[in-house]
C-alpha cells in the first residue's frame, strides 16, 4: 500500500505482514475495486463489458470492471478520478493538490461543506430544493463536481453502466434526480453529451449487500 492519503499512509508492506500472521496468501486491493468487482456479479447484465463503480465515501473514486476482471492499470491507480485537479473552488486536498474532485463532491467534503446535517446530501438536496439560497449554491457546487467526475469516466473508458456507491448514494432517488438534472442541464447545450446517453447509464448499487466483502471474495 502506498500514499493511501485520507488515512495518512505512506507504504505498508501490508499483504506480507499479514500473510505472516495467517500462514495463508493474501492479497491486497482497495475496498473501491473489491466493491467494483462485487457490484459486477450482483447486478444484472455487469458481468459483461466496461462497468464503472463510482463511490461516493471518505474520498472519491472509481473502480473499473471490464467482462468481470478488475483494471488495475501499470501501477494500479487507474480510477482514482478523485485526484484530478479541475474543480475552479481550488479546495487543498491531502494528496497536496488544489482543486481535486474528492475536495468537493466525497461525501466527507459534502460533510464539510453543509455540516448543518449528518448525513449531509438528504438535508441538502431538501432545502435546495425547497429554494433556500445557500444550499442552492452548495449543491449547485456539489453537482458541478459529480458531473465532471461522471464525464471523465464516461469519456475515459465508455462504461455501459454506472453504479453509484458509498455513503452518499444511500440519499437515494434524490440524488439520482439531481444527478440527473445536472446532466441535462449539460447535454442542452451539447448533441455530442446527448448522444453519450449518461443518465440512461446510471444506478444506483445494492446497499443491503456487502460489495466490498464479496469483491474481496472474489479476488
Sequence with gaps: MRNVVNLDIEQVELAKAVTGLVELPVRV?????????????????????????????????????????????????????????????????PCGQYGCLETVCSGASVGRLWPQADPPMPDLISRANAGEPHAVEVLRIVLHAIGDALQIVAHSFDPKLIALGGGMAKTGRPLLLAIAGELHDR???????????????????????????LGAALL
Design 187 to 213: 447535454e442542452a447545450a451539447s448533441p455530442f453529451l446527448q448522444g453519450l446517453a449518461l443518465t440512461a447509464r446510471l444506478q444506483l448499487a445494492p446497499s443491503d449487500i456487502p460489495l466490498g466483502a
Design 29 to 93: 486491493d482497495n475496498d473501491v475495486n473489491t466493491a467494483a468487482l462485487g457490484a459486477s456479479r450482483v447486478i444484472e447484465q455487469a458481468d459483461t463489458g466496461v462497468c464503472v463503480f463510482l463511490n461516493f465515501g471518505t474520498g472519491l473514486a472509481s473502480g473499473i470492471v471490464v467482462d468481470g476482471v478488475l483494471y488495475h492499470g501499470y501501477s494500479g491507480a487507474a480510477g482514482e478520478i478523485g485526484h484530478i485537479p479541475v474543480d475552479p473552488n481550488r479546495f487543498p486536498c
